[in-house]
Structure formats: C-alpha cells, structure tokens
C-alpha cells in the first residue's frame, strides 16, 4: 500500500496517534460533563429492559436494582454519563481514527474515507439499537424466568450497568464488520472468494474473541452468534461490491 506523501517517521505516527487519542478522550470528556445533568434520564432507558423482563415474568414480587455502597449511586451517574457521551461523539472519534490512517493511503483511497466514517457510525449505532431493543429485551426476560418463591434475584445496578453497556458496545463492534469489509476490499487485501474460502474459521475467530469481551455465560455468546454468521455473510456481498467498484 502506497502512500501520497513521504514516509512519517515512526516516532511522529506515535505523536501523530497520541494527538488523536487525546482530542478524542477531550470530546468525550467535555460531551460527559453535559450529559451528567441527563444521566438520570439516560439510566431510566437503560433500566427499562430489566423493568420489562420482571413484567414479563409476572414476578412475584416488586424488584429493583440496588447499589451496595454509599457512593455507589454517584459512581453510576458519573459512568453513564461517560458511556452516553462516548456514544454521541463516536463519529468525531471514528473520524480522527480515520484521520490517522489516511496519510497511509492512495489517492484513490482517501476519497472513501468520509464515506467509511460514515458507515462506522451508522453500523455501530445499528448493533447499539439491535442489542438493546431485541437481544437485551428477550436476553433478559428469559434469563430473569428462573425466579421462583425460593430463588429471587437480587441485582446491583452496577452488575447490571456492566453487563448490558459491555453487550451493546461489543454488538456495536460486531456490526462493523461490513464496513472493515468494504475497506480492506478497497485497499486489496480481501476479496469475496478469500471470504468464501475462510468463513469458518473467521467465524470461529471472531465468536472466540467475542467470548472473551462478553460475560461468561453461553446464552450471550449465542446471541452474539447468530448476528455474526449474518454479518459475515453480509461481508462477502459489501466486499463484491467494493471490488466491482475497484474494477470499473
């Protein structure tokens, strides 16, 4: 791969990635400080799920999550207020990532860039939403349904937190697929018959390391798993017309 200008020296790419990093760390800090006074609402959204699965449930009785420490209840704010944030500016923060790459590409490869920015946000949100409005809201209900007289959960809301934030950032991930795809297609280093050719083993790869990021429980995993079989094989169709588009 060719680049349009003179070769960056190895130090200034760590300066150049350090400036990145930093701007970005600054918008979601700042976005964070504004959206604390929301965080409330924010907490409420992420709190539905699991107020639906106990209606769903006919629970034998009221349940609501609960913090274990004094300052628990502030600590949640605070790191909801970190998530929504990274949330909002994650265009801002996918655009300086490809701001970074970009003085390594051709011409011809620079111009995809905006585009592929674009479709990063998009598909992140795309994972984000199927997370939670299917996965979490079925998860959870049939996770919550081994509640008896005898057997009652009783959940901190920071576990909680953890777990469905970690589900919708890992299903966001996920969904990138395509557009990684689409760009490694563009620079020449996959095509659809090599997709074709490995797909079992990138499946494999890519629910293994999903296990490792997500809790440790085989219900997740297969949630995660049907979507990545399906984001696969959408790959391979985004990679064919990538490479159409190279050839014409």
């Given at each position: ?117 674009f ?17 979490l ?7 919550m ?11 901190s ?29 563009k ?9 074709r ?44 017309i ?7």
């Amino acid at each position: 791969m060719g680049s349009i200008k003179d070769e960056m020296p190895f130090l200034e790419h760590l300066e150049e990635l350090r400036w990145r990093l930093i701007k970005s760390v600054i918008a979601v800090v700042a976005a964070s400080f504004i959206l604390y006074f929301f965080s409330e609402y924010v907490l409420a959204v992420l709190i539905s799920p699991f107020n639906a699965a106990i209606e769903n449930n006919n629970a034998l009785q009221k349940q609501s999550l609960i913090f274990l420490t004094p300052t628990g209840g502030f600590m949640i704010r605070i790191k909801l207020s970190v998530f929504a944030a990274f949330v909002l500016v994650l265009p801002y923060v996918f655009h300086q990532f490809w701001q970074f790459i970009m003085p390594g590409l051709l011409e011809k490869e620079r111009k995809h860039v905006p585009l592929v920015v674009f479709f990063s946000s998009f598909c992140f949100l795309c994972g984000a939403f199927f997370c939670y409005f299917v996965v979490l809201r079925f998860g959870l209900t049939f996770l919550m349904s081994f509640q008896t007289a005898d057997l009652v959960a009783t959940i901190s809301v920071d576990e909680y937190l953890q777990f469905i934030t970690m589900l919708i950032v890992v299903f966001g991930l996920v969904f990138e697929l395509p557009v990684l795809s689409f760009f490694l297609t563009k620079i020449g280093l996959v095509t659809p018959p090599f997709l074709r050719h490995y797909r079992k083993h990138g499946i494999v790869c890519m629910v293994a390391i999903s296990a490792l990021i997500t809790p440790p429980d085989i219900f997740t995993q297969l949630l995660l798993a049907g979507p990545l079989v399906l984001l696969y094989e959408i790959s391979i169709v985004v990679s064919g017309i990538a490479l159409k588009r190279v050839v014409d």
